[in-house]
C-alpha cells in the first residue's frame, strides 16, 4: 500500500561548510507523484537517500504513514529506488534480477518468478525473461529496473534521474510508462531531475531546490503563473521583468502606469509576465513598442519588444507576421502581471 511521506526540516552536512539540504520540509500524499527538481549539485539526491535510508539526517525527521524512519535500515522500509544506472546483475537473466528482491526477503521461487512475470508484464517486457542483462538495450535495462522497483510492491517508489542516459524519444516513452504505472500502482512516488519539462510533464507537485533550501512547492502551473521568486521565475524561463512602485492598485513602471489584477503593498515591486500573455492590442497597460528581434520556432513566434528601455518578450501564433523594425501597440493584462516578492 502507497503511504504519506513526510520531511520535516531535513538537514544534510556532508562535512564541507555549506549543507547539503537546509531544513527541507514536504509532504508527499499517498499515491502522488512529487518531482524534486533543481541545477546539478542543489541537493536532490542527498534527500532521495535519506528518505531511502542510505544516508541519516544531521537533524530534522522523516516519517512514512505517520512513523519515522530515521534509523530504520534501508531494506525495512519498504522503499525501492532506481538510479540514473540501471544497475542489474550481469550474472543473472532478467527474471532472476526482478525476482532477486523477493527471494531475499523469503518468497518461494514459484512465487518469485510468478511476481516478477508479472512486473515484467507491466514494464511491457514479458517476452525478455529469459535473457540476460547485456542482450538489453539502455532503455529496456531501465524497464527492468522499474520491474524490480516494482515487485516487491514498495510503499515507495524513489526514481533518481532515471531516464537522463536515454536518448530524447526513448525518454518520452518512459515517462508515459511511469505515468501509467502511477495511474495503475498509485505508488507514492519521488522522482529526481534537474529537467524542468520533466518535472512539469510527469509531477503532480514540484519541489524546486536550490542550494539545499526548498524555494517553491506547488502544482506545475504555479511555477509559471505564480512563481515565488524572480529565481523560480527565471527557472521555468521567465524574461520578463519590470521594476516599479505600487500604488493604489496599480504600478508606476518604465512602460506607464500598469494596473494590477491583485492588489500589492506600496513600496518598490517587480513584475513579471509569460510571453505567451503578452496582447498585440490597445487598451488597459498598453503602449507603444518597437519589434528588435523576431524568432520563428514553429508554432510560435518569440519577439522581443522595446520600449522606454525595456525590453519585453512576446510569444505570438505563426499567423502574426511581424517584422523587425514595427511599430506595434502591445499590452499587457491585468490578470496576468503577477508581482514577485
Ligand atoms: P546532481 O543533479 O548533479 O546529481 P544533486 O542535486 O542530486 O546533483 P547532491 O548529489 O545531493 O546534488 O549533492 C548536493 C551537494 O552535496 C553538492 O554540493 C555535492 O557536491 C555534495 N555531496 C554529494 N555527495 C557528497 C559526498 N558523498 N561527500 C561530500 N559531498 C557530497
Not at 538510479?83 to 546483475?89: A, E, H, I, N
Not at 496582447?279 to 510560435?300: D, K, P
Request: aromatic content about 6%.
Amino acid at each position: 500500500m502507497s503511504a504519506r511521506l513526510e520531511l520535516e526540516n531535513v538537514c544534510h552536512r556532508y562535512g564541507g561548510d555549506e549543507p547539503a539540504l537546509e531544513n527541507l520540509s514536504l509532504a508527499v500524499e499517498p499515491g502522488e507523484l512529487v518531482a524534486l527538481l533543481g541545477p546539478s549539485g542543489c541537493g536532490k539526491t542527498t534527500a532521495l537517500k535519506v528518505v531511502a535510508g542510505l544516508l541519516r539526517p544531521t537533524a530534522g525527521d522523516v516519517r512514512v504513514g505517520g512513523l519515522s524512519v530515521v534509523g530504520t535500515p534501508p531494506e525495512r522500509r519498504e522503499a525501492a529506488m532506481v538510479f540514473q544506472k540501471p544497475l542489474l546483475f550481469p550474472h543473472m537473466s532478467v527474471a532472476q534480477n526482478v525476482g532477486f528482491g523477493l527471494r531475499m526477503r523469503g518468497t518461494r521461487k514459484e512465487e518469485a518468478g510468478r511476481r516478477a512475470e508479472e512486473a515484467l508484464r507491466r514494464v511491457q517486457m514479458d517476452g525478455f525473461a529469459g535473457r540476460s542483462p547485456e542482450e538489453l538495450s539502455g532503455g529496456q535495462q531501465q524497464r527492468v529496473a522499474l520491474a524490480r522497483a516494482l515487485v516487491t510492491e514498495p510503499r515507495l517508489l524513489l526514481l533518481d534521474e532515471p531516464f537522463s542516459a536515454l536518448d530524447a524519444n526513448l525518454r518520452e516513452e518512459m515517462r508515459e510508462l511511469v505515468l501509467r504505472l502511477q495511474r495503475e500502482g498509485g505508488h507514492t512516488t519521488v522522482f529526481v531531475t534537474h529537467d524542468q519539462e520533466e518535472a512539469v510533464i510527469l509531477a503532480g507537485r514540484i519541489a524546486l531546490i536550490f542550494d539545499g533550501r526548498l524555494q517553491m512547492y506547488d502544482r506545475p502551473e504555479a511555477f509559471y503563473d505564480r512563481p515565488a521568486t524572480r529565481e523560480v521565475a527565471r527557472f521555468f524561463g521567465a524574461t520578463n521583468f519590470i521594476e516599479g512602485l505600487a500604488k493604489n492598485g496599480s504600478a508606476h513602471t518604465p512602460l506607464g502606469d500598469l494596473k494590477l489584477g491583485r492588489p500589492a503593498p506600496p513600496g518598490a515591486l517587480t513584475l513579471t509576465i509569460r510571453p505567451e500573455a503578452v496582447r498585440l492590442e490597445g487598451g488597459e497597460n498598453s503602449f507603444r513598442a518597437r519589434v528588435i528581434s523576431a524568432s520563428y520556432l514553429g508554432t510560435q513566434v518569440h519577439y522581443e519588444l522595446q520600449t522606454a528601455g525595456t525590453a519585453l518578450r512576446a510569444a505570438l501564433p505563426p499567423h502574426v507576421r511581424l517584422a523587425v523594425g514595427d511599430e506595434v501597440t502591445a499590452r499587457l493584462p491585468a490578470e496576468s502581471l503577477w508581482v514577485l516578492k
